[in-house]
C-alpha cells in the first residue's frame, strides 16, 4: 500500500488549503471565528457560531439562529441559490447540494477560473433538501465521508421497506430510530411519510425545535408529537426518532423492548452496527457513496481536485489513476468519527 | 439460502442472548434435513472447503476491483469477508440463491478452474445480504459473535436433551447430522458413535481470590501441582485407536503425530500438551511454532518433539471414574501408568506442601528457577466435572511481571474493534533509540481504547497501510508472564502473554524502561 504523508504543499491562486478566500479575505466553513464565514449548511462541523458575518442561503441562516441563537453571528448575509454574488473581482454563487435543507456548493469564481467547494452533497432524490444542482469547475474541493468503494448506498425506499417490515413482525416492540436531529430526522420522516406510514412519529426532545423548523420552511412531515406522555405498552408497534446517543440511554428504557435501530450510511458495515448496539441497521445516508463521488468528479470536469471530510486516502488515489491533480485536505478539526456523527 | 442469510443477520446483530436462542431454535425445528444440518455445521465451524478459500474469494475480487483500493478498503472494515461482500461492484437481478445444500455441494463439487466464475456469478446475482452470508460460508470466518456451544444449546432447547449428552456425542457425528436430528426430534435413538473418536468436555479451574479464597480453604484438603505453560488436550486411547482434542473438542491429532503414533493402553486421559526433549519443556513459543502447522514438519518433530504431562484420568479401560474423588483417580493413574510405560507421557508431579504461606512460596520459587506460571490447587475429594464447577479447582498465578514501555505504532483492530487503533506495539530504550519488544491488544476498558484512538490519531508521524507510527511520547505500563530471547524482535526480547495494565499518560517517555532492565526477566533456560 502507498504511503500517503500528511500535509503536502498545494496551492490554488483562489483559494488555499484552509478554505481561505484570499482575495476578499473569507473562509469557508472556517472551524474557529472569522471576520468573513461562507457557510454552506448547518451541520455543526461546518457552522460555528461567533463569526463577524455569516453569508449563507436563508435556509442555512434560519437553521443557525435556531441552533445557536439569533446573535450567533455579527451580521448574517442571506445569498438565494443561483443569485451571482460580485466582490471586488470575485464572484461567489451558491448552489444546492442536496445534503439537507439549505446546504449549499460555493462556487467561486475570479479571473476566468473556477473552483468548487461542495460542502457535504448527495444526488439521490430527497425531498427535504433543494435538489443537487452539478456545476463544473476547474478545482473541486469535495468531501470524502463515504469515499471507499466498500460504501455502495442501497435505494432508501428499500431501507424503509425493511424498517416498516420490522415494525410489522414485532407488534409489541417499539422501533427506536437513532438519527441525527438536523438533516437525516426530517429525511427518514419524509421517507416514512412516501411509503405511506401516516401514523403518528414520536419525537425526542432534541428533534422537536428542528422538525418545526423545517415545517416553518415548507417542509411537510405530518403527525409528529413529543415521545412523553404515553404510557410504556402504548409505544408498542411505534415509531421513535431519537439522537443516536439517547437510543442506548436510560432514556431508551421508557419503550417497551426497544428494537434499535440506526440511519445512516456507516450502517452499510455490519460489524460497525454490531460495535453500536445497533440491532436494525438502515443504510440512509445524506452523503454521495463511492460511485456518486467519482461520477460527479468525472462530470465537473474538474482537472484539480482536493479532497477532505473522511477517507481521503483513497479518493486521492483513485483521482490520480484517472489522471487527475489530487491532494487531501486535512483540516483540522475533522478526523474520521467512525458514525457518531452526522453521515 | 435468504433464510440462512437472515439467521446470521439476526444473530450478529441481536444483542440478547435468548432471541439469538429463540432464532436458532426456530431455525432448526422449522428448517427440513439437510439443510438445517449444513447451517449447523456452518455455525459450528465444522465445515470447510477444499478449494473454496478466503485466498480465492480475494483473487476473485482483485480481478474486478483494484488492489489498492481493496486493500484501503479491508483496512477500514477490518473484516475480510465483509470487505469482498460490500466492495463487489457487480449487482445482477437479485434472484434467489441456491439452498444452503446445493450451495456446499456446488462448493465441493466445481473444479478449482471454475470456482473464480462460479463464485463471481453468485455475487452478482445475490441481494446483499445474502452477499454477505454467502461470502461468510465461503470464507468460513463467521465472526457473528455466536459459540458452537450457543448452537448447542438451542438444539437442547429444541429437544429437551441435555447440552452435555449433546457434546458427549458431537465429535463422532458427520455433517448434515442426519442421526443427531432423528435423535432430537425422538424419531431414532441417540447416535451410536465409536468411543475412540467421543471427546468428554473438560473440567476447568476458577482463579483462586488470595485474600477471601484461601483463608476459608484448609490447605490439608488440597492437592498441588505446578500449573504448566503448553495447551491443556484430552487423549483418548481406544486400545488401537488414538484420538487428541483441544480443550474445545477440536481434533488434533495430525499436527502432533510424534505423540499419536507412539501411545497405547486403553483410558481417556487429561493433561498439558508441551514440547520439550527428555519431558524437560521448552518455551511456549516452540510449541506455538507446532501449533501453527496442521501438518507437523519433519523439522519440527526432530527439534521440538511434544509429550503430554498427564494429571488426570476420565476412563480407566472402559470404566467411567469421574465420578471417583481426585484422590482415588490419582491412584488409578498412578497405577496405571505402572502397568503401560509410556515414552510421549508423564505424570505432573504433586507438589508437597504445609500450609498456604508454604505453597506460596513453592510458587514464587516455580516462577523464579523455572518460570512456572502458578500452581494448580486442587479439592481431594472432587469428581471430575465438565465445566467450571466451583470450589474444586482453582489456578493460583504468579504475579505479573511489567514493564514501562513506550507506544511506537498502532494498528486497527478487527471484528468488533474494526476502524479504532486497538493493537499497540510498544518498545524499550536502547541507548537513544526505542526498540521493539512486543505487541499488545488488551487490558484497557472500551472508554480508554476511544481516547488511545484519539490520541493516536493526533500523535500519527505517518501511516503505512493500517498502521500508524505515532509520536515516541506515550507510556504503557505493560504486564508479561515472561521474557525470552527472540530473534524476530530488533530488541531481542519477546513477551508471553503481554497486555496493557495502566496508561500511564502522566509519564514522560524519557522514564521509560531500558533494554538492560529486561534482562532481569529472561530465564536462563
Redesign the interface.
Known amino acids: 500500500?502507498?504511503?500517503?504523508?500528511?500535509h503536502r504543499a498545494m496551492a490554488s491562486p483562489i483559494l488555499d488549503r484552509n478554505l481561505h478566500i484570499k482575495a476578499i479575505d473569507a473562509y469557508i466553513d472556517p472551524s474557529v471565528p472569522r471576520e468573513r464565514a461562507i457557510v454552506t449548511h448547518g451541520h455543526a462541523d461546518h457552522a460555528r457560531a461567533g463569526h463577524g458575518a455569516v453569508l449563507a442561503t436563508p435556509d442555512t441562516i434560519a437553521i443557525m439562529k435556531t441552533r445557536y441563537g439569533d446573535d450567533c453571528a455579527g451580521r448574517f448575509e442571506p445569498l438565494d441559490f443561483g443569485v451571482p454574488l460580485r466582490i471586488d473581482d470575485v464572484t461567489i454563487t451558491l448552489h444546492p447540494a442536496g445534503h439537507i435543507l439549505g446546504s449549499a456548493q460555493v462556487l467561486v469564481e475570479q479571473a476566468g477560473q473556477r473552483v468548487v467547494v461542495t460542502g457535504d452533497y448527495k444526488r439521490l432524490a430527497d425531498r427535504t433538501a433543494q435538489a443537487y444542482e452539478l456545476v463544473e469547475c476547474d478545482l473541486l474541493v469535495t468531501e470524502a465521508t463515504f469515499g471507499?468503494?466498500?460504501?455502495?448506498h442501497?435505494q432508501p425506499s428499500v431501507e424503509i421497506g425493511r424498517l416498516l417490515k420490522s415494525v410489522a413482525d414485532n407488534p409489541e416492540r417499539a422501533h427506536l430510530i437513532g438519527c441525527y436531529a438536523l438533516g437525516k430526522a426530517q429525511r427518514v420522516i419524509g421517507l416514512l411519510r412516501d411509503a405511506g406510514y401516516d401514523a403518528p412519529i414520536y419525537l425526542h426532545g432534541a428533534m422537536l425545535r428542528l422538525c418545526a423548523l423545517y415545517e416553518e420552511l415548507g417542509v411537510s412531515l405530518g403527525d409528529l408529537r413529543p415521545a412523553l406522555d404515553l404510557s410504556k405498552a402504548a409505544f408498542a408497534g411505534q415509531i421513535v426518532i431519537a439522537p443516536p446517543s439517547a437510543i442506548r440511554d436510560r432514556w431508551s428504557r421508557r419503550f417497551p423492548d426497544p428494537v434499535t435501530c440506526q440511519a445512516s450510511g456507516w450502517m452499510?458495515?455490519?460489524?460497525?452496527?454490531?460495535?453500536a448496539?445497533?440491532?436494525?441497521?438502515l443504510v440512509i445516508s445524506d452523503h454521495c457513496d463511492w460511485g456518486e463521488l467519482q461520477q460527479t468528479i468525472r462530470e465537473t470536469q474538474a482537472q484539480t481536485v482536493w479532497v477532505t471530510h473522511g477517507?481521503e486516502?483513497?479518493l486521492v488515489?483513485?483521482c490520480r489513476?484517472q489522471g487527475l491533480q489530487a491532494e487531501p485536505l486535512n483540516i483540522q478539526g475533522f478526523?474520521?468519527d467512525?458514525g457518531e456523527g452526522e453521515a | 439460502m435468504k433464510r440462512f442469510a437472515q439467521l446470521l443477520e439476526l444473530l450478529a446483530l441481536t444483542p440478547s442472548r435468548t432471541r439469538k436462542l429463540a432464532a436458532l431454535t426456530q431455525y432448526f425445528r422449522e428448517v427440513p434435513d439437510p439443510d438445517r444440518g449444513f447451517a449447523l455445521a456452518v455455525l459450528t465451524g465444522a465445515l470447510s472447503f477444499r478449494n473454496v478459500k478466503p485466498a480465492l474469494l480475494k483473487e476473485t475480487v482483485l480481478a474486478e476491483v483494484d488492489a489498492t483500493l481493496f486493500a484501503m478498503s479491508y483496512d477500514y472494515v477490518g473484516d475480510l469477508g465483509e470487505t469482498i461482500a460490500l466492495i463487489w461492484p457487480h449487482h445482477g437481478a437479485q434472484e434467489d440463491l441456491p439452498s444452503l445444500t446445493d450451495l456446499i455441494e456446488l462448493f465441493n463439487t466445481t473444479s478449482k478452474s471454475e470456482l473464480p466464475k462460479l463464485i463471481a456469478s453468485l455475487l452478482t446475482r445475490a441481494g446483499i445480504n445474502e452477499r454477505w452470508a454467502l461470502v461468510k460460508l465461503a470464507t468460513g470466518a463467521l465472526r457473528i459473535g455466536i459459540s458452537a456451544r450457543l448452537a448447542k444449546t438451542a438444539l437442547a432447547e429444541m429437544s429437551g436433551v441435555e447440552v452435555q449428552e449433546i457434546e458427549e456425542v458431537w465429535h463422532g457425528l458427520k455433517v448434515p447430522y442426519l442421526d443427531l436430528f432423528a435423535w432430537l426430534d425422538g424419531k431414532a435413538g441417540r447416535p451410536d458413535i465409536d468411543q475412540s473418536a467421543r471427546f468428554h468436555p473438560l473440567m476447568l479451574s476458577n482463579p483462586i481470590d488470595e485474600e477471601k479464597d484461601l483463608a476459608k480453604l484448609d490447605p490439608r484438603d488440597f492437592s498441588a501441582e505446578w500449573k504448566w505453560d503448553g495447551i491443556r488436550v484430552q487423549l483418548v486411547l481406544g486400545g488401537g485407536t488414538v484420538s487428541l482434542f483441544s480443550r474445545t473438542g477440536d481434533d488434533i491429532a495430525t499436527a502432533f503425530p510424534d505423540i499419536v503414533e507412539n501411545v497405547h493402553g486403553l483410558a481417556v486421559l487429561d493433561g498439558e500438551l508441551l514440547v520439550g526433549r527428555d519431558f524437560e519443556p521448552g518455551s511456549f513459543n516452540d510449541l506455538q511454532q507446532r501449533l501453527n502447522k496442521k501438518v507437523a514438519s519433519a523439522r519440527h518433530l526432530k527439534e521440538s518433539p511434544a509429550f503430554i504431562r498427564v494429571y488426570d484420568m476420565l476412563f480407566d479401560g472402559h470404566e467411567d471414574v469421574r465420578v471417583l474423588g481426585w484422590t482415588e483417580r490419582r491412584k488409578r493413574l498412578e497405577a496405571w501408568f505402572a502397568a503401560n510405560p509410556q515414552t510421549r507421557l508423564d505424570l505432573s508431579e504433586v507438589l508437597p506442601f504445609t500450609d498456604w504461606d508454604d505453597l506460596a512460596r513453592l510458587r514464587r520459587q516455580g516462577a523464579d528457577e523455572h518460570g512456572h506460571e502458578g500452581v494448580m490447587i486442587k479439592l481431594k475429594t472432587s469428581p471430575y466435572v465438565p465445566g467450571r464447577p466451583k470450589g474444586y479447582w482453582f489456578k493460583w498465578k504468579r504475579d505479573p511481571n511489567v514493564v514501562d514501555a513506550v507506544l511506537m505504532y498502532a494498528q486497527r483492530g478487527h471484528g468488533k474493534r474494526s476502524s479504532f487503533y486497538s493493537d499497540y506495539t510498544f518498545g524499550v530504550w536502547k541507548g537513544n533509540e526505542i526498540v521493539p519488544i512486543g505487541k499488545a491488544y488488551f487490558g484497557f476498558t472500551d472508554e480508554e481504547l476511544k481516547l488511545l484512538d484519539k490520541w493516536i490519531r493526533a500523535n500519527t508521524l505517518a501511516s503505512f497501510g493500517p498502521v500508524r507510527e505515532v509520536r515516541k511520547e506515550l507510556v504503557f505500563e505493560v504486564a508479561f508472564d515472561s521474557a525470552q530471547v527472540s530473534s524476530r524482535h530488533k530488541s531481542g526480547v519477546a513477551l508471553r502473554f503481554p497486555r496493557i495494565s495502566r496508561i500511564r499518560w502522566d509519564k514522560p517517555a524519557a522514564e521509560a524502561g531500558t533494554l538492560e532492565d529486561m534482562a532481569v526477566f529472561i530465564l536462563s533456560s
Not at chain 1, 1 to 6: D, F, G, K, Q
Not at chain 1, 148 to 152: D, T
Open positions: 500500500m502507498p504511503t500517503l504523508r500528511y471507499l468503494p466498500v460504501f455502495q442501497p452499510s458495515v455490519k460489524q460497525r452496527a454490531r460495535q448496539l445497533v440491532e436494525l441497521p477517507r486516502d483513497a488515489y483513485w489513476t478526523e474520521d467512525g
